[in-house]
């Protein structure tokens, strides 16, 4: 099956302060993270094996951080199309991936999961994505994996349009940094488009967002701080029943994301706030109408301190995730027009505490390292619960030879269930939910297995192999055809594997991947959001003036799949960019094209 395609134009002007005219492209590193030093590397930006990827390394549509990182091994979009598209790693999406923006941890409650879509692909400089069994260390909503987001940074004041012909996307940046404070602006707006076999797809969506961030001294330390609102209409909201007999909407969407923190020798002090404000509106042609409002605050701190061991090298660290006036109401219209009473659908609280240390010891080479993580939950809504849980992982990595690298990681990681899946009793795109409040927390045991080869001349590959143990695990079920809840699964596994090669060959630069996943409950169903078998070769062809970058996926056909899932059919698809910049003038151009 090929995607339809879509012609992409860039460009971008520099206007004041562009010292550097060209950034190399290249794909998305194959990268190793040998953790020794505080624990500013290991928590704040991911302790263990994980990949990175940054605005120049990627050819995507670029709705949201879902398309970035869609492109690295273990990682696939899922659930819904458009600009809400969420994400699975290795077969964990929805809450059990944990997505923070520059260190703020983002919780939506929207049941596909916490895309982040509010922030601009535009306003991105860089995203890494943590797979590894170690992302235990940051305790419940990571039991998949983190994704870190580091919003834009730069120097001197850039334009950046873009034009997409397929969806009419239409998209102007403006950015500014100067004195280590960066302000930026940015203004989208799409059309529905279309799916590879022509069907339309509920994908528009306007959207305007702000960026503010800097940093300053203050006495011995410093301060940093960053400002992020956004606001969006009209989102669409793909789903396999529109426009026939269903059409899924946000009207409009509201975030405030706010944080400051202060560094000061070996202590780090963080504290943020986020606030949302969005609706839902779900259309039942000939039935009836659902609107649904969610406001909710989510607040927390985190303090780090350098910690030695042993002696090792680590640190220790408290943190404290707490959510505020998390409201839902839903107001249901019947088809003669009649309108019933607003009812709030989930009115709860919830605080979690989290105490963590971790350390690392080399002797030759051989290095040890190891973290440990307790947490306590409260919620409150209809009922109330007090949730207590242990984390934690152990390490063990060799360096045989130069250039080659083994690993071994064991990790215990849960996950509490959401206030919406205990609490929530109303409609969504997908169809009416019933919220259980008899939940169990999920816990999952993982093993990961690495190999690493990289020459002196630039050849690399990377082997991943992983098994995990579920138990408790969450899963949506049908009470009826228009009706889900939640239920835990007694026992699952999940197994899979990782492939990715990375070489020169004179002017370019290649990089060959390859994923596959099972998964089962007990009772041998697939479970769901696991990812694709899927193969990808991106090369780039770097010239003086000029860079060429190419990237194919292609994915089998997949029959088997999860309880709320379809089957996937085969696909290819194909992106091609060709850059270009003039260094006298500091103008830089791209043209792109998506099979």
């Not at 305007?208 to 940093?215: E, P």
């Not at 990289?454 to 408790?472: C, Q, R």
């Amino acid at each position: 099956m090929l995607r339809r395609g879509s012609l992409a134009l860039f460009f971008l002007v520099p206007v004041a302060l562009a010292q550097d005219a060209i950034t190399p492209h290249a794909g998305p590193a194959l990268e190793e993270v040998r953790v020794i030093g505080s624990r500013d590397t290991a928590y704040l930006e991911g302790w263990g094996d994980g990949q990175s990827i940054s605005r120049n390394e990627q050819l995507s549509l670029g709705r949201s951080v879902a398309d970035w990182i869609g492109a690295l091994p273990g990682v696939s979009l899922n659930g819904q199309g458009g600009l809400l598209q969420a994400y699975s790693i290795r077969g964990f999406s929805r809450a059990r991936v944990r997505t923070e923006v520059d260190g703020v941890p983002i919780l939506t409650d929207r049941r596909a999961g916490n895309s982040a879509s509010f922030v601009p692909s535009a306003l991105l400089q860089s995203v890494r994505v943590d797979n590894s069994a170690a992302s235990s260390l940051y305790g419940s909503g990571a039991l998949g994996g983190v994704v870190h987001m580091q919003t834009l940074q730069g120097e001197g004041t850039t334009v950046e349009g873009r034009l997409r012909s397929n969806d009419e996307l239409g998209e102007l940046t403006l950015a500014n940094t100067r004195e280590q404070r960066t302000l930026a602006l940015s203004l989208r707006r799409a059309g529905d488009g279309e799916a590879p076999d022509g069907e339309p797809l509920h994908s528009r969506f306007e959207q305007a967002a702000l960026l503010l961030r800097g940093r300053s001294q203050w006495r011995d330390g410093t301060v940093e701080y960053s400002w992020l609102p956004s606001v969006g209409r009209d989102i669409g909201r793909s789903n396999s029943a529109y426009p026939d007999t269903r059409i899924s909407t946000t009207p409009e969407e509201l975030h405030s994301l706010e944080r400051v923190e202060l560094r000061t020798g070996d202590h780090l002090l963080r504290l943020y706030h986020h606030y949302q404000d969005w609706d839902s509106d779900v259309l039942r042609v000939d039935e009836r109408r659902n609107l649904t409002r969610y406001r909710g605050h989510t607040v927390g701190g985190l303090y780090l301190a350098d910690l030695a061991l042993l002696p090792g090298r680590g640190s220790w660290g408290l943190e404290w995730l707490g959510r505020r006036g998390v409201e839902i109401t839903d107001r249901e219209i019947g088809a003669d027009g009649v309108s019933l009473p607003a009812q709030r659908v989930v009115d709860g609280d919830e605080d979690t505490i989290g105490l963590f240390v971790d350390q690392e010891w080399s002797v030759g080479a051989v290095a040890l390292k190891g973290a440990l993580r307790m947490d306590r939950v409260a919620q409150s809504a209809a009922e109330s619960h007090d949730d207590f849980q242990p984390s934690g992982s152990l390490g063990l990595t060799y360096y045989p030879a130069t250039g080659w690298t083994a690993g071994v990681e064991a990790a215990r990681a849960f996950r509490f269930p959401s206030l919406s899946e205990r609490y929530f009793n109303g409609t969504t795109p997908r169809g009416g939910v019933l919220g259980n409040p008899d939940l169990e927390p999920e816990v999952r045991r993982n093993l990961d297995f690495s190999l690493r080869y990289e020459s002196d001349g630039g050849f690399a590959v990377a082997w991943n192999g992983y098994v995990s143990d579920l138990d408790n695990y969450i899963e949506r079920v049908d009470v009826t055809d228009s009706l889900l809840t939640y239920r835990n699964v007694a026992a699952a596994r999940l197994w899979g594997m990782e492939l990715d090669m990375r070489w020169r060959t004179g002017a370019l630069t290649h990089q060959l991947s390859y994923q596959w996943q099972q998964g089962e409950a007990d009772g041998g169903e697939t479970l769901a959001d696991l990812n694709p078998p899927a193969w990808r070769y991106y090369a780039s062809w770097d010239l003086a003036s000029l860079t060429l970058r190419s990237d194919l996926m292609y994915r089998p056909a997949r029959s088997r799949y999860g309880s709320d899932e379809l089957p996937l059919d085969e696909a290819l698809v194909w992106g091609l960019a060709l850059a270009g910049s003039e260094n006298a003038g500091g103008l830089s151009w791209e043209v792109q094209l998506n099979n």
